[in-house]
């Protein structure tokens, strides 16, 4: 059983920062892809950013320059560094691991972001 805990989020301004955290914990080998989604309300959840167990990045279109998606291996854990928010970005924040061994991708608890104008 794993199980992946979110952290970080909240109520900020637009223009500002926040930080989310998603760390692993159970019967973990190894992770392979570790991601963030979001879905805003009556919208369909959509892929944010990724990290593959080497180290590389991608990002939706609509965050590159302003997010950051890092991980640390060793502590099963995965960051979203979001800086200059805009109020488009008001959602709630899904991480999501491949965790070896596969037993169907696990799914953070979300967490809500918002971002007043």
């Known amino acids: 059983q794993v199980q992946l805990v979110q952290s970080g989020g909240g109520l900020v301004q637009a223009g500002g920062s926040l930080r989310l955290s998603c760390a692993a914990s159970?019967?973990?080998?190894?992770?392979?892809?570790m991601k963030w989604y979001r879905q805003a309300p009556g919208q369909q959840r959509e892929l944010v950013a990724g990290?593959?167990?080497?180290?590389?990045?991608n990002y939706a279109d609509s965050v590159k320059g302003r997010f950051t998606i890092s991980r640390d291996s060793a502590k099963n854990t995965v960051y979203l560094q979001m800086n200059s928010l805009k109020p488009e970005d008001t959602a709630v924040y899904y991480c999501?691991?491949?965790?070896?061994?596969?037993?169907?991708?696990?799914w953070g608890q979300g967490t809500q972001v918002i971002v007043s104008s």
């Open positions: 159970g019967r973990i080998f190894g992770i392979d892809d």
């Open positions: 999501r691991m491949t965790v070896i061994p596969f037993n169907g991708d696990s």
């Open positions: 990290i593959t167990s080497g180290g590389s990045t």
